[in-house]
């Protein structure tokens, strides 16, 4: 199942997330799109997760905050698959973390000014 990943394309965590991401993916499951292109927002209703939740798209459905990175997590290779136990955590609780963690990103990591560029071997992986 292929599936898109949107993410904030000024945001050096969500960067890092994708970078973290494509090793971790050798079968290439995940397609990538930043939100800064509102087309993907405005198709699956998530607009209002814009810039604050990484996105991810399966099929016609979209999961947005620890939800999303959760699903990612768990058809990755590696260790990292170990953190789908904490989806026992209730997703309000989940999601208050990555909400704190999210609304101090730019400050603790920073922002760059402009999208990721991949590299010609991660290319085939962006939709935009």
Do not use: H
């Not at 397609?31 to 998530?46: M, P």
């Not at 997760?49 to 939800?67: C, H, N, Q």
Request: hydrophobic share 40%; glycine share 6%.
């Amino acid at each position: 199942m292929n599936s898109v990943v949107l993410y904030d394309g000024v945001c050096k965590t969500c960067q890092w997330t994708v970078k973290f991401i494509i090793p971790r993916d050798p079968d290439g499951q995940f397609r990538f799109a930043n939100q800064q292109s509102e087309e993907w927002l405005l198709k699956y209703g998530v607009e209002r997760y814009a810039g604050d939740s990484v996105i991810l798209i399966e099929g016609e459905r979209a999961f947005v905050r620890s939800t999303a990175m959760l699903r990612i997590a768990s058809r990755l290779r590696g260790p990292v698959r170990l953190l789908t136990w904490l989806r026992f955590i209730p997703a309000p609780l989940r999601d208050w973390a990555y909400e704190a963690f999210s609304r101090n990103r730019y400050r603790i990591f920073g922002r760059t000014q402009e999208c990721l560029i991949p590299p010609p071997e991660w290319r085939g992986r962006f939709l935009d």
